[in-house]
């Protein structure tokens, strides 16, 4: 909002003064001084005199203590504290220079009345708007009263000589003009000069702002969790955050000016054409441990306040983690439908395969069956039997029971699994290996456990036919208990459907001894996970809650031959 002509002036707001201004100010005066004097000196060579007059003497000395004021007032000033008291003694001195000035060059007729406007601009710098119409005044005052002396006799002219005839007309208007141009002066420096600070000002806050604004966004790029790059039209990586570092494991320094289609192939926000933009997209990233990640990402225009395209926005973050829980509940719907389907169905099947089994029976007991036909109806009963077990089987897994959790000692579990392991024969060229705390609290169904525990290491001795080592063991920090075997190992395009009912790749076998490892430890709350054994073959780890975890970190590690 502007403010009214007399409110600027009225308004005070005194200027700060630095010692860097007064050391600039009395520099200039130091230089118009020796103009001063070097002007006095030529004027006297171009004349040709050889004595000098007492214009000229005087001239030379007011130059002379000039340079000596200012000498001593850049002496002080290092040591001086209140600066506005200086300036103020400084403007004194020169309204007295300049009024000595004119006394010597005439008075009325002298040409150095413009002196006093410097004196004023000067003011202007330094004091505010009621010092500087002060200075104004004190500059009529002093103009004024030089020329009524002079009009009334009272001055003697300087130098001698006779004082001249001063007429009342030009006395007056010579004053009137005079000080006219000192107060238009000092009004229009008092505005100039406010509205010059009053900008100045805007200025330092606009830049004080624009730095706040600058350290907000280099906070914000560099906290924001999703991956920022920017590039430019010619498709160069000119901007790389923290979190995009985090992301792919490559610095700024990795990516800088280098091209997005190299980096990123499967990026498609540039091509031959320009920009791409892109709401919503998912490619893939290999970073540099050689891991593929599944990255969604987007794009936008950066643009200058003129609509100017300056380059491309590209946001991104890691989905691979959120596509592993994405495929783990599709699987955990698909089984949890074909485990009510398959539920109903063993239901079905049971009622008949009970009919059939109890027939044969009963036809083997009779004595009229040849020999051929006692085998067939053996094979019928037999095979009732293992379609018994298998339906059996699968009913555990499409419809536990109830868990009946309590705080189980994992590894006094694993110490009866071991025990149990040694005892069977399908174990017996095998290594076993034990790797785990001395205690390890969770709470758990102890025989649902026992029985997930169990098919992980049967699934295992079935693939190490060869002989092998088989390694239970916890994790403690992760609470998470793992099976290992040294086996072949599981083919990564076949590790999505393992846990699937009838799956299996083997020769024999139903199929549900993952499945229903699966569905206990679902239950549980937990989680598992396929990955490479340490020593080749694969790990089944069985991952739940840490926080109901009490454990002694205190690791046994045996090997017992099977």
Same mark, same amino acid.
């Given at each position: 909002?502007?403010?009214?002509?007399?409110?600027?002036?009225?308004?005070?707001?005194?200027?700060?003064? %630095?010692?860097?201004?007064?050391?600039?100010?009395?520099?200039?005066?130091?230089?118009?001084?020796?103009?001063?004097?070097?002007?006095?000196?030529?004027?006297?060579?171009?004349?040709?005199?050889?004595?000098?007059?007492?214009?000229?003497?005087?001239?030379?000395?007011?130059? $002379?203590?000039?340079?000596?004021?200012?000498?001593?007032?850049?002496?002080?000033?290092?040591?001086?504290?209140?600066?506005?008291?200086?300036?103020?003694?400084?403007?004194?001195?020169?309204?007295?220079?300049?009024?000595?000035?004119?006394?010597?060059?005439?008075?009325?007729?002298?040409?150095?009345?413009?002196?006093?406007?410097?004196?004023?601009?000067?003011?202007?710098?330094?004091?505010?708007?009621?010092?500087?119409?002060?200075?104004?005044?004190?500059?009529?005052?002093?103009?004024?009263?030089?020329?009524?002396?002079? *009009? *009334?006799?009272?001055?003697?002219?300087?130098?001698?000589?006779?004082?001249?005839?001063?007429?009342?007309?030009?006395?007056?208007?010579?004053?009137?003009?005079?000080?006219?141009?000192?107060?238009?002066?000092?009004?229009?420096?008092?505005?100039?000069?406010?509205?010059?600070?009053?900008?100045?000002?805007?200025?330092?806050?606009?830049?004080?702002?624009?730095?706040?604004?600058? %350290?907000?966004?280099?906070?914000?790029?560099?906290?924001?969790? %999703?991956?920022?790059?920017?590039?430019?039209?010619?498709?160069?990586?000119?901007?790389?955050?923290? &979190?995009?570092?985090?992301?792919?494991?490559?610095?700024?320094?990795?990516?800088?000016?280098?091209?997005?289609?190299?980096?990123?192939?499967?990026?498609?926000?540039?091509?031959?054409?320009?920009?791409?933009?892109?709401?919503?997209?998912?490619?893939?990233?290999?970073?540099?441990?050689?891991?593929?990640?599944?990255?969604? *990402?987007?794009?936008?225009?950066?643009?200058?306040?003129?609509?100017?395209?300056?380059?491309?926005?590209?946001?991104?973050?890691?989905?691979?983690?959120?596509?592993?829980?994405?495929?783990?509940?599709?699987?955990?719907?698909?089984?949890?439908?074909?485990?009510?389907?398959?539920?109903?169905?063993?239901?079905?099947?049971?009622?008949?395969?009970?009919?059939?089994?109890?027939?044969?029976?009963?036809?083997?007991?009779?004595?009229?069956?040849?020999?051929?036909?006692?085998?067939?109806?053996?094979?019928?009963?037999?095979?009732?039997?293992?379609?018994?077990?298998?339906?059996?089987?699968?009913?555990?897994?499409?419809?536990?029971?109830?868990?009946?959790?309590?705080?189980?000692?994992?590894?006094?579990?694993?110490?009866?699994? &071991?025990?149990?392991?040694?005892?069977?024969?399908?174990? $017996?060229?095998?290594?076993?290996?034990?790797?785990?705390?001395?205690?390890?609290?969770?709470?758990?169904?102890?025989?649902?456990?026992?029985?997930?525990?169990?098919?992980?290491?049967?699934?295992?001795?079935?693939?190490?036919?060869?002989?092998?080592?088989?390694?239970? $063991?916890?994790?403690?920090?992760?609470?998470?208990?793992?099976?290992?075997?040294?086996?072949?190992?599981?083919?990564?395009?076949?590790?999505?459907?393992?846990?699937?009912?009838?799956?299996?790749?083997?020769?024999?076998?139903?199929?549900?001894?993952?499945?229903?490892?699966?569905?206990?430890?679902?239950?549980?709350?937990?989680?598992?996970?396929?990955?490479?054994?340490?020593?080749?073959?694969?790990?089944?780890?069985?991952?739940?809650?840490?926080?109901?975890?009490?454990?002694?970190?205190?690791?046994?590690?045996?090997?017992?031959?099977?």
């Amino acid at each position: 909002m502007r403010l009214p002509f007399f409110a600027l002036l009225t308004s005070e707001r005194q200027p700060q003064v %630095s010692k860097s201004q007064l050391r600039w100010y009395l520099f200039a005066r130091a230089l118009i001084a020796g103009l001063f004097l070097i002007g006095a000196v030529l004027f006297q060579l171009r004349s040709g005199r050889n004595a000098v007059s007492p214009v000229l003497s005087f001239l030379y000395l007011l130059g $002379g203590l000039s340079c000596l004021q200012v000498m001593v007032s850049a002496a002080l000033l290092r040591h001086l504290r209140f600066l506005r008291c200086f300036v103020q003694v400084q403007i004194i001195w020169d309204l007295l220079l300049a009024s000595a000035l004119v006394y010597v060059t005439g008075g009325i007729e002298s040409i150095f009345s413009f002196l006093y406007i410097f004196v004023i601009i000067s003011s202007s710098l330094f004091l505010g708007r009621r010092d500087i119409l002060f200075v104004a005044s004190a500059s009529s005052i002093l103009y004024g009263s030089l020329l009524d002396l002079q *009009y *009334y006799g009272y001055l003697p002219y300087f130098g001698g000589g006779l004082v001249p005839i001063i007429d009342g007309t030009a006395f007056f208007y010579a004053v009137f003009v005079n000080v006219l141009a000192f107060f238009c002066t000092a009004f229009l420096s008092a505005i100039l000069v406010s509205r010059l600070r009053r900008s100045e000002e805007a200025l330092e806050k606009r830049e004080f702002d624009l730095e706040e604004l600058e %350290s907000l966004n280099r906070t914000i790029l560099a906290n924001v969790t %999703s991956g920022l790059m920017i590039i430019n039209p010619q498709g160069k990586i000119r901007s790389f955050n923290q &979190a995009a570092s985090k992301i792919t494991g490559l610095s700024l320094a990795d990516v800088y000016n280098r091209d997005i289609r190299q980096l990123f192939p499967d990026f498609e926000v540039f091509n031959e054409s320009g920009f791409v933009l892109v709401s919503r997209c998912e490619g893939a990233f290999t970073d540099a441990e050689e891991k593929t990640l599944t990255l969604g *990402y987007a794009s936008s225009l950066v643009k200058d306040p003129q609509e100017q395209t300056l380059g491309l926005l590209v946001t991104f973050q890691d989905l691979t983690d959120f596509k592993l829980m994405e495929d783990q509940l599709k699987r955990a719907d698909r089984l949890a439908a074909v485990g009510r389907l398959a539920s109903g169905m063993a239901h079905e099947i049971r009622n008949p395969l009970a009919s059939i089994s109890g027939s044969a029976q009963l036809l083997i007991e009779g004595k009229n069956l040849i020999e051929s036909e006692q085998r067939l109806m053996q094979i019928i009963v037999k095979e009732a039997d293992r379609l018994n077990v298998l339906l059996t089987d699968f009913l555990v897994y499409a419809r536990p029971r109830p868990s009946e959790r309590e705080n189980v000692d994992i590894p006094v579990l694993l110490d009866e699994l &071991a025990e149990m392991l040694t005892g069977d024969n399908r174990f $017996g060229n095998l290594n076993i290996s034990r790797q785990y705390p001395s205690r390890f609290i969770q709470h758990v169904d102890r025989q649902q456990f026992r029985q997930a525990l169990w098919n992980l290491a049967i699934n295992a001795a079935e693939v190490m036919l060869d002989g092998g080592t088989l390694t239970l $063991g916890c994790e403690a920090e992760t609470s998470a208990i793992y099976v290992e075997d040294t086996g072949p190992g599981i083919p990564e395009k076949v590790r999505g459907r393992i846990f699937e009912p009838f799956f299996t790749t083997k020769d024999k076998g139903s199929g549900l001894g993952l499945a229903t490892v699966y569905a206990i430890v679902e239950g549980h709350g937990g989680t598992i996970r396929v990955t490479d054994g340490v020593q080749g073959g694969t790990r089944f780890t069985i991952c739940l809650n840490p926080k109901k975890a009490d454990i002694t970190t205190e690791t046994q590690t045996k090997q017992v031959k099977g």
